[in-house]
Structures are given as C-alpha cells and as structure tokens.
C-alpha cells in the first residue's frame, strides 16, 4: 500500500525516506499538528523538548487511532523544533526514530522554529496517514 522511495542520486538519508507513494483509492489522514498538551489543556514538560516530543507522540498516536490509523501507517511528518541548536534538534529526531514513526521510513523534514502556539510549546508534529483497509471496511 504504502512504497518508500529513496532516491539513488542522492545522500542516502539516515532515518527517513525522500518520498511515499499511495496508490489512488487509498484513504488519507492529514492531521493537525499533535502538540505536547495533557487532557487538562496544559503544555507537558515545559523546558524540555524531548519529554514534550514524547507527548506529542504519544498525542499523534491517539489521532491516528481516532482515525483508524497507527505510527506505523505515517508517509509524512513535519517536526518543528523552537530551537536554533542542531544538538537540539537531533535530540528531538532521536524520540521520532524510537516511536516507530520512522520504521516505514516515512518522508519528515525537521525544521527549528522561533516559536510555536501554545506558551512553553517547544515541539510540534504534522502528519499525513493511509488509513489501512482493515480500518475502513
């Protein structure tokens, strides 16, 4: 259902693929970026990028699952990062390559951001999904 492309011309990428191809008749899920709020509203691990970035996670899991999706079924993320260090960043991608996000690889660009909408948000995740076909019979 779901083939990853890496281009053979390129760098090879460590943990992602350059594309995903979903033939046509597939179902998709774009999802709103997962961000690191509890069920009370409030930003979880204020300071800490990568305890949030395991919240948003474990949030993307939950839309997918809403969806009838899993980490598993992702073709794309966007990751942002508020941060301009690439220490930082990487410390971010290293709780995305655990989650299972990666295993396709899926297709990610990580990006580091001045800010992000919530007050002490420091990690936010877009997804795009298929929606496997057990899920939609």
Not at 68 to 84: C, E, I, N, P, R
Not at 97 to 124: I, K, M, N, R
């Amino acid at each position: 259902m779901i083939r990853r492309v890496t281009a053979s011309g390129l760098f090879p990428p460590p943990t992602y693929s350059h594309a995903s191809i979903v033939e046509a008749g597939t179902k998709l899920a774009f999802l709103a970026g997962a961000v690191p709020l509890d069920a009370r509203g409030e930003v979880v691990g204020v300071g800490d990028p990568v305890r949030q970035a395991e919240r948003v996670i474990a949030n993307l899991g939950e839309q997918l699952k809403a969806v009838g999706s899993d980490l598993a079924h992702v073709v794309a993320t966007d990751v942002y990062v508020v941060s301009s260090d690439p220490s930082v960043l990487s410390e971010v991608w290293e709780v995305v390559e655990a989650s299972g996000l990666s295993g396709g690889p899926h297709s990610s660009t990580l990006l580091g951001v001045a800010c992000l909408g919530y007050t002490g948000q420091l990690v936010e995740i877009t997804a795009t999904a298929v929606i496997p076909e057990e899920a939609r019979s």
